[in-house]
């Protein structure tokens, strides 16, 4: 069967065999599970798996997919979002998938979720002790700004060498006065690794310190699963006299819902040439809208 | 008085080594290259004492294994063989494992693993390369070189990392405005000044100087080595000179090594050395300095 | 205060095949404390050699040099360690050379500040005010003493040479021609130094090149072939 035809099968109808459950075999789940749990063990660590080929290329979320693919249930409800956005081609791409796969529901509320899967964002709405948030990661390693070499990061993360960080760190400050990283803020984790939080703003950064919930990181492409546990101290790097701060959407409010507590996306209008802001969590925003009646 | 550093019995081969290699190099047979498997003996069972406040010099040609032997205690490549141990007072209190009950000395520091290593090259050892490029980082600030030792020991405060940076350069006397300009756009003699601060950044009890001032011009040189013993005798460092400049060691060190192939032929009073010298190979230096 | 006891000093020059020369053979003799032994005898006789075994820059072929010690007793300074010597040359042996040895940047007043700060724990103060009435009574002019000695004539390193060795009181000084470069006048001055060291306790054995000046300084004359 070809796979359209499988995707366009209805929801309800038996698997095709040779497809088995999630698409993934029994001894991929098991090693991306065995990872996850050593990742989950010694949090922050970039845990080395045999990332396996999916239906989409390298680049477009394979690491997040294995890592939903590898626990997600049938009675899950899952949730997909692109920078935020539940509706953007990538993320309804990959929903379809996993439905058609897995026969899992799908949802675009946060709440309502049971496993979301992320890419470069984080929701608004703070996520419980039952979810579990499935980042994509491009990108796992936070030293690979400084240096180039894989055997060497891999040593500075060992012996925790991380003077090099902060030295880009105050060279920024020197030459710029302040930090110029805006996503992938270097975080330590546990009080032990540096870690690279993914490709999401300053703004979420703090929403993985001593959570409820459980972070799940996986880079496809790199081959590479790592976690932040529920209740582990995140700290992003930062000086006494220059602390870390977030992005600053003072006196600026949603478009859509009027929210001034969200991390916003500008939007620019080609044919008035003006600038609105709206909130870049889609769902958080259409639940608000539909409060405030806008 | 008791030494800071007890070093015995070093060695470095560079090869598959085999048992003849120490026996069969060195000086007598007038080569470091070991006949039978060909491995390179840069350092042949050297040992010395280095004690608090003082300037030891190791005077060599190329080849002679000196440089290695610097590069053996900063911990920079593994040894061969040999022990090396620190009195107790300078580190108990930074690593008290490596400090056996009652015992004065720790143990062989070249069995430490790199993490410990590393913990002792941050608290207590400075070291100086004849290339500025080994030893700065071009396309960071100067202050940038010297803070990075202090990030190392868990500084987080930018204010006050220029400040002793800022110290720092005052001290080795550079204009503090080029703080943030990269050692790149400096001259020579000015970029080992920026090398001497950074090393000194952290308080180390221990300098190694890897001769320090070859290739720079005579008023540039004299203005480092008389720096160098300006800190020397204010901070009260254990300075180990490396050197094949006779004059070089005879203003900084009153005491000196000579090593040939490998290893130590002669060892004595620098005036001593300079004036009085036994060995064969050290009467030929002497002889042969302008 | 210091016996040498049959020291001499032969030396082997590998370079010339293992040459051997003999510096000196078979030198006795006694010197009590305060006392002032000169050393006389042609060039070549091992004058300098006797002092310089003495203070260790040569190494003694074979023979004994007792020496009483304010630290540490009567010890044979032949046989003690590197460090050891060391430790004597800081704090109770002296050595006044022929020539100056030129230390770049460092200045006149510098040189002789130094041997006064490093042993005798004075301020930088009171240590610059004795270096300047030093070089004072050794004549060299003001001007100079913020200057850097390696231009200076002959004569006033030499003054300064002797200013760096005597500001600090040893116990024991070796002079090794110490006079060589002086007119008459700076002659008489340092004459007047080593005399008020000698009023202070410091026991001394010397070399010069003009023998009634040693004649005329000394206690006694030991003549050397």
């Known amino acids: 069967m070809l796979l359209n035809e499988w995707l366009n099968t209805p ?190 703003p300053r703004w979420d950064v703090p929403k993985l310190h001593m959570a409820e919930t459980l972070f799940l990181f996986g880079a496809g492409r790199e081959k590479r699963i790592y976690a932040i546990p529920p209740h582990t101290p995140v700290e992003p790097l930062e000086f006494e006299d220059h602390p870390f701060r977030v992005e600053d959407f003072s006196g600026k409010s949603c478009q859509r819902c009027g929210a001034t507590d969200t991390f916003l996306d500008e939007v620019i209008d080609n044919e008035a040439g003006g600038r609105t802001y709206c909130c870049s969590d889609s769902g958080y925003c259409d639940k608000r809208s539909a409060i405030w009646n806008r | 008085m008791e030494p800071l550093i007890r070093v015995r019995g070093l060695s470095k081969r560079f090869g598959k080594g ?21 491995s390179v003996v840069a350092c042949n069972d050297v040992s010395f004492d280095l004690f608090r406040n003082e300037a030891l010099g190791i005077v060599g040609e190329s080849g002679s294994g000196k440089s290695t032997l610097v590069r053996l205690l900063n911990f920079e490549w593994e040894a061969s063989g040999g022990t090396v141990e620190l009195h107790r007072s300078a580190l108990a209190d930074t690593l008290p494992e490596l400090f056996a009950e009652q ?109 320090v001032t070859t290739g720079l011009d005579l008023s540039v040189q004299a203005r480092v080595l008389d720096l160098i013993r300006t800190l020397r005798s204010e901070y009260k460092l254990s300075l180990l000179v490396v050197s094949h400049d006779l004059g070089v060691i005879n203003l900084l060190c009153q005491r000196t090594m000579v090593m040939k192939h490998g290893q130590v032929v002669e060892a004595g009073l620098t005036d001593q050395i300079l004036q009085d010298p036994q060995h064969g190979y050290t009467q030929l230096l002497v002889a042969s300095q302008l | 205060m210091i016996t040498v006891e049959n020291l001499s000093k032969e030396f082997t020059l590998h370079i010339l095949e293992s040459k051997k020369i003999q510096a000196c053979r078979d030198v006795s003799f006694t010197v009590p404390k305060g006392g002032f032994l000169g050393l006389s005898g042609a060039s070549g006789a091992g004058k300098s050699t006797v002092l310089k075994c003495i203070y260790r820059t040569y190494l003694p072929s074979s023979g004994a040099v007792w020496y009483e010690s304010g630290a540490h007793g009567r010890i044979n300074l032949a046989a003690l360690s590197d460090r050891e010597i060391l430790d004597l040359r800081t704090r109770e042996i002296g050595y006044v050379a022929q020539f100056l040895k030129v230390v770049p940047r460092i200045s006149a007043l510098d040189v002789v500040m130094e041997p006064i700060l490093a042993r005798n724990g004075v301020s930088r103060d009171e240590a610059r005010r004795r270096g300047m009435e030093l070089l004072e009574r050794l004549q060299i002019p003001k001007h100079l003493f913020d200057a850097y000695p390696a231009t200076f004539s002959g004569g006033e390193q030499q003054r300064i040479n002797i200013a760096h060795a005597v500001s600090w009181r040893p116990r024991l000084l070796l002079l090794d021609e110490p006079t060589a470069s002086l007119d008459r006048g700076s002659v008489a001055v340092v004459m007047d130094l080593l005399k008020e060291l000698r009023q202070q306790g410091t026991t001394m054995i010397g070399i010069f090149h003009d023998t009634r000046l040693m004649n005329s300084v000394t206690d006694a004359v030991l003549p050397l072939c």
């Open chain 1, 11 to 200: 929801a309800g109808s038996k698997t095709e065999s040779g497809y088995p459950f999630a698409f993934l075999d029994q001894g991929a789940k098991k090693e991306i599970r065995r990872s996850i749990l050593k990742a989950v063990a010694i949090p922050g660590y970039q845990v080395p798996y045999g990332s396996r080929e999916m239906p989409i290329a390298r680049g477009w979320g394979t690491g997040g997919i294995q890592i939903t693919l590898s626990l997600i249930k049938q009675d899950d409800i899952l949730k997909v979002i692109d920078q935020g956005c539940d509706g953007s081609v990538n993320a309804v791409n990959i929903k379809k998938f996993i439905q058609a796969v897995a026969r899992v529901a799908l949802t675009n509320d946060t709440v309502e979720a049971t496993v979301i899967q992320t890419r470069h964002r984080i929701p608004e709405e703070t996520m419980t002790s039952e979810q579990i948030l499935v980042l994509q990661v491009p990108y796992p390693e936070a030293l690979r700004e400084v240096e180039a070499s894989e055997a060497e990061t891999r040593r500075m993360h060992a012996e925790a060498d991380y003077s090099r960080m902060w030295l880009h760190l105050y060279e920024d400050i020197v030459n710029y006065g302040e930090i110029t990283i805006s996503y992938r803020y270097p975080v330590t984790i546990n009080k032990r690794y540096i870690m690279d939080p993914s490709p999401i």
């Open chain 2, 18 to 38: 085999c048992e003849q290699c120490l026996n069969c190099t060195g000086p007598l047979y007038d080569t470091n290259l070991c006949p039978h498997c060909g």
């Open chain 2, 103 to 211: 015992s004065l000395y720790s143990r062989n520091l070249l069995g430490l693993t790199s993490f410990q290593k590393r913990q002792i090259r941050n608290a207590l050892i400075g070291i100086v390369y004849q290339n500025p490029f080994l030893g700065l980082r071009m396309n960071i600030s100067s202050g940038g070189n010297i803070a990075e030792r202090l990030l190392g020991a868990g500084w987080r405060n930018i204010a006050r990392m220029r400040e002793r940076a800022a110290e720092l350069l005052d001290k080795t006397e550079i204009p503090v405005e080029r703080m943030d300009e990269p050692p790149r756009n400096f001259s020579g003699g000015m970029q080992q000044r920026v090398q001497i601060a950074k090393a000194l950044s952290n308080n180390p009890l221990i300098l190694f100087l890897d001769e």
